[in-house]
DNA sequence: ACCACCACCTGAGTGC
DNA sequence: TGCACTCAGGTGGTGG
């Protein structure tokens, strides 16, 4: 499930099942689940076993579980999880095992029953066909604004000045916030896009510059803003940057408020359930469909080794740069 | 420093 | 049925 909704969708399911939870046992099925992490997989078992689970932590597509540290003074450490193409986190207990499982965290939740019982145990089954995506056990570091690191849902009003809200997983600290974020900097966005000599779906695909967004919503947002994915951001008016940023935001909202897209059942939530979102594509695998604002119909064309989808009336070619 | 391209994988669908 | 080829929602490293 890969895009902000969909990761954000994963990450809110994960929520109330991990934080506070203690890991109780970790198997490794697949190494190839482990290309960020810097270790083999025995080091990641004996790092992440035993430990406390803070909280779900997401910034753009990564979404981090902050560790409790053991002693005073050890340096924070979070499970980092990047779910890639085609990444998926399950919860659940004793499930079939999926074809793609790659790593199965079995972790005890901090809950109890009303009678004081402590909840039953719940496996994390980390399920990824292509392999794109990854867990690792990361260092962090403090945020260079001081601003919390991401959004961590109900855990940001419970507990607002935990250790780890200030600190990034090492390995996400060079993404850019996301524009969902409350401390995402919308001029600073805005004067980055506008030094950009490539076209704006570039940029809006450059995690540095704005995380969370992928071909399906760059499409969307694109076609919200009445903007062709190739105009030069350099060139574009500042009005319309912003304009764009307004239209990303409410497409992103949108999609989450539907829980994410789902065109088959490798997007899902952690029960397994499909988002609605896809219903109300306008543009993105719409091509040969009536553009939703004018009738003309959408067309798919060839971008940076993948496809983008606009309508030719709406969303002109620019006209070819001089020179 | 930017920018464009390529590699990393598996599976589903298409055309011959 | 089989084979070759294309395509899929991402990221990182590499060269220019």
Not at 161 to 172: E, F, G, L, M, N
Not at 199 to 214: A, E, F, H, M, T
Not at 263 to 289: E, H, M, P, T
Request: aromatic content about 6%.
């Amino acid at each position: 499930m890969p895009e902000l909704p969909e990761v954000e969708v994963v990450r809110a399911g994960l929520e109330p099942a991990v934080s506070g939870a203690r890991v109780r046992h970790v198997e490794v099925v697949d190494d190839r689940a482990l290309t960020r992490h810097d270790g083999p997989a025995e080091d990641f078992v004996e790092r992440l076993t035993g430990r406390t689970i803070a909280a779900a932590v997401r910034r753009g597509k990564f979404m981090w579980f902050p560790l409790v540290p053991e002693r005073v003074g050890d340096r924070p450490e979070a499970l980092v999880t990047h779910l890639g193409m085609s990444g998926q986190v399950l919860l659940g207990r004793g499930r079939e095992v999926a074809k793609h499982r790659r790593i199965l965290i079995d972790v005890q939740p901090a809950g109890t029953d009303r009678d004081g019982t402590p909840e039953e145990p719940v496996e994390l089954e980390f399920v990824d066909q292509r392999t794109f995506g990854s867990m690792a056990i990361d260092t962090m570091v403090p945020t260079v604004d001081g601003a919390p690191a991401g959004s961590a849902g109900a855990v940001d009003e419970r507990d607002p000045d935990a250790a780890w809200r200030r600190s990034i997983p090492t390995q996400v600290s060079h993404i850019a916030r996301d524009p969902l974020d409350p401390a995402f900097d919308d001029d600073r966005f805005v004067a980055m896009a506008r030094k950009r000599s490539s076209g704006i779906k570039r940029v809006l695909l450059d995690q540095g510059v704005v995380s969370g967004i992928g071909n399906i919503y760059a499409d969307e947002s694109l076609w919200a803003a009445k903007l062709h994915f190739d105009r030069p951001a350099e060139r574009l008016p500042r009005a319309d940057v912003h304009r764009l940023l307004a239209e990303v935001r409410s497409v992103l909202a949108r999609a989450l408020e539907d829980g994410g897209t789902s065109f088959d059942a490798q997007y899902v939530n952690v029960n397994g359930q499909s988002g609605y979102f896809s219903q109300r594509l306008a543009v993105y695998g719409q091509q040969g469909q009536p553009c939703p604002r004018c009738g003309t119909e959408i067309v798919r064309e060839a971008f940076m080794n993948r496809s983008s989808h606009r309508c030719p009336v709406c969303q002109p070619a620019p006209r070819q740069r001089r020179r």
